[in-house]
Every structure is written in C-alpha cells, then in structure tokens.
C-alpha cells in the first residue's frame, strides 16, 4: 500500500506505504509498519536497530506486548500510556514496562490493527516529547500517517476486511493541485 501526501503545517511531501509485518500478527491482531519513500526498513524496523544496543530489554519487552496483542487479547488500551496526537489521530504512545525509558509510536486501529511507528528513548526529567527533536519528528511522523489512512477511509479508497485494511492506496504525484506547493 502506498500513498503520496502533502500536509501544509509541515510543508514537505511524504511518499509512505504499510507494510504488514507478517512475523509479528496473529488470530487478535495485525500488525503493519510505515516506509518512508524508497527505504527498504519499516519504521519499526529502524526503531529496533537504533535502540537494540542500549535498550536491549526494552525493545524485548515491547516486541513481547505487540506479541501478546496480535495472539492473546488484541489491541487493548491498557498496553498504551496515552494518545499522542490530535483528538481523531488515534496516535499513542506504547511504553516498555516497568522503566518506561523508550516510547514507540503507533496508531490503534479499531481493536484489530496496529501500525507501528517509529519513537526512541525520553531521558528523565524531560517533561513532553516535543523537547527531543527526534521523538517530536516520530510523533508528527505518524500523525501525517494517521490524517492520510482517515481521509482514505472517508474516501471509501481502503477499508476493513476482518482485521486487515485492503484497498487501493497508491498515489503518485498528480494527486496534489500546485496551489499546495
């Protein structure tokens, strides 16, 4: 699945798609990640890589919440800390336990989906994510996601076939008016 979009507050083009990481879903839930562009990593992915050395056990303890979700219970709110983005965006904030020291963005999708984004650590004594460039750039990263996936729902362009999205999400660039640029 993939989607061109352009949203004016932030004044750049992101070309995304889904992927379904087929590893990490199960009977509860499906799990997808976001590419960026071209990039041959999801977002998940990339989160991983980046925070494996020094949160070893973290990121063990979030792919093991995932795990439980996509096999046990499915996506219940009590596995995430609170929304992180606009009200609508579903965007929240999934916490290794019982440190709390890295964040993982994602979205929750009607109790049967997750899209996981990207997120890294939030040092003590920093009170929101918008005070470290790189959890602010996640963050609003998977809000962009979320706004995008929204409008193709009301667009009747994707939609829900059990727990998974199906549709046609492929865009290019003649999808945008030169007024928006």
């Not at 990481?21 to 890589?49: H, M, N, Q």
């Not at 009200?87 to 929750?108: A, E």
């Not at 049967?112 to 996640?138: C, S, T, W």
Request: glycine share 8%.
């Amino acid at each position: 699945m993939e989607v061109l979009l352009y949203l004016p507050e932030f004044k750049f083009k992101v070309k995304f798609r889904i992927q379904k990481i087929d590893r990490l879903c199960g009977k509860r839930a499906t799990v997808y990640s976001v590419i960026i562009e071209d990039d041959e990593l999801t977002l998940f992915e990339r989160f991983i890589l980046e925070n494996k050395a020094e949160y070893s056990k973290e990121v063990l303890d979030l792919t093991g919440q995932i795990l439980t979700m996509a096999n046990k219970v499915g996506v219940q709110d009590h596995f995430f800390t609170r929304p992180e983005g606009k009200l609508g965006q579903d965007v929240w904030d999934l916490r290794d336990y019982p440190k709390k020291r890295l964040r993982l963005y994602c979205m929750k999708l009607s109790g049967v989906a997750i899209i996981l984004g990207g997120g890294g650590p939030k040092p003590k004594g920093v009170a929101a994510f918008q005070e470290i460039p790189k959890l602010k750039d996640e963050n609003y990263l998977i809000r962009m996601v979320s706004d995008a996936l929204t409008q193709l729902i009301l667009d009747k362009e994707i939609r829900w076939k059990g727990n998974e999205i199906v549709g046609n999400l492929i865009f290019g660039d003649d999808a945008f008016d030169e007024e928006d640029e």
